[in-house]
T-cell receptor
Framework: EDQVTQSPEALRLQEGESSSLNCSYT??????LFWYRQDPGKGPEFLFT???AGEEKEKERLKATLTKKESFLHITAPKPEDSATYLC????????????FGTGTRLTVIP | EAQVTQNPRYLITVTGKKLTVTCSQN?????MSWYRQDPGLGLRQIYY???????DKGDVPEGYKVSRKEKRNFPLILESPSPNQTSLYFC????????????FGDGTRLSIL
């Protein structure tokens, strides 16, 4: 059975305190792993796509990495505006562009 | 501005009263999808469409209908809503059915009493 597990559920960081969010997955035929950011009252906003183990992507203070079993979203020197829920999703099987989501990590960055 | 637009954003209604949530995208995307988001369960796919007149079930399709008569529109229909369909609903679209990222609307909060 396909599974995506994100940890921790919630994370509080001081401004400037770097950390990592984890997304572990079990899926048949992984076609891609996606990271999204979701702010309260908004829809998820795309951050990264990773396709194969060893791949890394960076955007400002965020860096996503992928292994055969998990992905990490590293946040370097976070700022309060990085506070959001971060969602991981896998694209599975063949054919349609269907995503299977984890339940997210709610990040709070305290000034 | 490229966007996915859902209406209404909020709706409170009663059991059994048919309702439609509209979704429109202005990016000429082929693929569109509906999700519901519930606490502790994350986003779960309801239905998706790979092109006009092509729709298919996602993981939780029971109690929902969709149609795709035009490329830009993908309405979600609840013909006889029940309280267990109270949820936050998101429409999404992507350019194709490959690895393109999905773009989401801002959600519709449905409360069914």
């Amino acid at each position: 059975e396909d599974q995506v597990t994100q940890s921790p559920e919630a994370l509080r960081l001081q401004e400037g305190e770097s950390s990592s969010l984890n997304c572990s997955y079990t899926v048949s035929g992984l076609r891609g792993l996606f990271w999204y950011r979701q702010d309260p009252g908004k829809g998820p906003e795309f951050l990264f796509t990773l396709y194969s183990a060893g791949e890394e992507k960076e955007k400002e203070r965020l860096k996503a990495t992928l292994t055969k079993k998990e992905s990490f979203l590293h946040i370097t020197a976070p700022k309060p505006e990085d506070s959001a829920t971060y969602l991981c999703a896998v694209q599975r099987g063949s054919g349609a562009n269907n995503l299977f989501f984890g339940t997210g990590t709610r990040l709070t960055v305290i000034p | 501005e490229a966007q996915v637009t859902q209406n209404p954003r909020y709706l409170i209604t009663v059991t059994g009263k048919k309702l439609t949530v509209t979704c429109s995208q202005n990016m000429n995307h082929e693929y569109m999808s509906w999700y519901r988001q519930d606490p502790g369960l994350g986003l779960r796919q309801i239905y998706y469409s790979m092109n006009v007149e092509v729709t298919d079930k996602g993981d939780v399709p029971e109690g929902y209908k969709v149609s795709r008569k035009e490329k830009r529109n993908f309405p979600l229909i609840l013909e006889s809503p029940s309280p267990n369909q109270t949820s936050l609903y998101f429409c999404a679209s992507s350019l194709g059915t490959g690895n393109q990222p999905q773009h989401f609307g801002d959600g519709t909060r449905l409360s069914i009493l």
